[in-house]
């Protein structure tokens, strides 16, 4: 598997030599997703066994941007230390987090199937402790375990499900979508800044009409838009 850009360079050498520093290191999330699915990433993230003080003594010049949640920065690259998550309270970030020695933790705590697979940048090797490489084949997206537990966690996530859905041309899994509807009013729990972004996003990556069906489908359209929800099938005029 290719990869060429200059970022994704970067995050192969710093596996290496994470590596040869005696720290497991795999690309992680989306960039695994959109490498498998043939496109360009936007981003390379790496997972790594190396706590941040390890990091940050192997890449003097980098930056702890997030220590608590073992995320360094390395040459605009993520450096994060496998985790399992505590706790959410907020329905947005956990209290706290527990880092851990093997990918699999780091894996079942995320969001979405296709998001939690790793790849070995040397070897190739793909891991997949949660069916994301079958759920990418079946176009689907899938949250990992409970559904209703990873939207109480982060609200966020049900319009991140519609995102990755719209913008991949996926359908969401039924069990995921029935927790979103159940759900939905969670959303105004979430600042409206990130939910704008969230919308901004899903009308411009190339799936804005699927994206508002889903929100529609979702009954999160008449949650976060009710005047455009309100519209529906309304007669326009012809000009």
Known sequence: MRIE??????????????????HPAFLVGGCVRDLLLGRVPK????????RPDQVLALFPG???VGAHFGVVLVEGVEVATFRSDREYRDGRRPESVAFETEPRADAIRRDFTINALLLDPVSGEVL???????????????????PAARFREDHLRLLRAIRFAARLRFTVDPATMEAIRVHRASI??????????ELVRILTEGGARYGFELLDQSGLLAEILPEVAAMKGVAQPPS
Request: hydrophobic share 45%; charged share 35%; net charge negative.
């Open 43 to 50: 981003d390379f993230d790496l997972a790594t066994a190396a």
């Open 188 to 197: 105004h729990l979430v600042s409206p800044e990130r939910v704008r972004d």
């Open 62 to 64: 980098a930056q702890a």
């Open 128 to 146: 997949d402790y949660v069916g994301g490489r079958a759920d990418l084949e079946r176009r689907l997206v899938r949250a990992i375990g409970d």
């Open 5 to 22: 850009s200059e970022q994704g360079q970067a995050a192969v050498r710093i596996a290496e030599r994470l590596r040869a520093a005696g």
